[in-house]
T-cell receptor, first 113, second 115 residues
């Protein structure tokens, strides 16, 4: 079945460091791919998405490129801030005609001044 | 503000008690779903609905019931609470039921503890 695998956290970085959070997926067909962010005590917010191969999603300085050949959708940011500290979830649409999302386990990011 | 509203935010139940978690959205979204979030396991789908009167099971449906009598509301019922149901519950909605390209709008969650 469809699945999403994320790198385990926590990821700890200093402010202004470069961020990469790896995400790979297994899916039939052509799913859409998403990154969600969860700040402490809050629900998930859509960060960015890509709906077809080679698409690049971007938002708030974060980017991810839909790589069908490597079945990956890695999240990157060139210079992280303390305010980026959160849990990040990679997800894919479940396909089958319905909008089911399948989530990875999440990666906690902690950014220190 | 438009969005997904969940109530209550916190709840403590005793084993065997029943309760209903409420979820309402005012965006006229066809698709609604319930997830539970547990440490190290991400979000797991409990039940979902593609429109009023239509519901289906997700990955972990046992011990939960849902109904969808209106487009706006999608309550989740715990029939007889168990400690294994201690979790954070999220309701989410989406505007398109046949397209996987829309993201979800999430509620702020209900933190449930079963003792």
């Amino acid at each position: 079945g469809n699945s999403v695998t994320q790198m385990e956290g926590p990821v700890t970085l200093s402010e202004e460091a470069f961020l990469t959070i790896n995400c790979t997926y297994t899916a039939t067909g052509y799913p859409s791919l998403f990154w969600y962010v969860q700040y402490p005590g809050e629900g998930l917010q859509l960060l960015l998405k890509a709906t077809k191969a080679d698409d690049k999603g971007s938002n708030k300085g974060f980017e991810a490129t839909y790589r069908k050949e490597t079945t990956s959708f890695h999240l990157e940011k060139g210079s992280v801030q303390v305010s980026d500290s959160a849990v990040y979830f990679c997800a894919l649409s479940g396909g089958g005609g319905y909008n089911k999302l399948i989530f990875g386990a999440g990666t906690r990011l902690a950014v220190h001044p | 503000n438009a969005g997904v509203t969940q109530t209550p935010k916190f709840q403590v139940l005793k084993t065997g008690q029943s309760m209903t978690l409420q979820c309402a959205q005012d965006m006229n979204h066809e698709y609604m779903s319930w997830y539970r979030q547990d440490p190290g396991m991400g979000l797991r789908l409990i039940h979902y609905s593609v429109g009023a009167g239509i519901t289906d099971q997700g990955e972990v449906p046992n011990g939960y019931n849902v109904s969808r009598s209106t487009t706006e509301d999608f309550p989740l019922r715990l029939l007889s609470a168990a400690p294994s149901q201690t979790s954070v519950y999220f309701c989410a909605s989406s505007p398109m039921r046949t397209s996987g390209s829309y993201g979800y709008t999430f509620g702020s969650g209900t933190r449930l503890t079963v003792v």
